[in-house]
């Protein structure tokens, strides 16, 4: 079956850095459309970034200079590097993937300290 495990998230002070990894398995991850999304406490999920299976990104416009997606085709993993990171970026983080029905993750926390 599906299934999308997330990493890689902790607590970090204002300005630093983490990188996010969702490893993927039951489909051929490939061929899909890898997305990171967030969700802070109160607010709705929200999504951060996108990625085609030929590599193109999209990005939310609050995340646009300071995120980058990728992914490592060999290893059915998609990752999300975070820098400059700031208090609002609080948020426990998702990956999903449009696998005939959306498939998500069990997310990881990334705690911002100011």
């Known amino acids: 079956q599906v299934q999308l495990v997330e990493s890689g998230g902790g607590l970090v002070q204002a300005g630093g850095s983490l990188r996010l990894s969702c490893a993927a398995s039951?489909?051929?991850?490939?061929?899909?459309?890898m997305r990171w999304l967030r969700q802070a406490p109160g607010k709705q999920r929200e999504l951060v970034a996108a990625?085609?299976?030929?590599?193109?990104?999209n990005y939310a416009d609050f995340v646009k200079g300071r995120f980058t997606i990728s992914r490592d085709n060999a290893k059915n993993t998609v990752y999300l590097q975070m820098n400059s990171l700031k208090p609002e970026d609080t948020a426990v983080y998702y990956c999903n993937v449009l696998y005939y029905e959306l498939r998500w993750g069990r997310g990881t926390q990334v705690t911002v300290s100011s």
């Open positions: 039951g489909f051929t991850f490939s061929s899909y459309t």
């Open positions: 990625i085609t299976s030929g590599h193109i990104t």
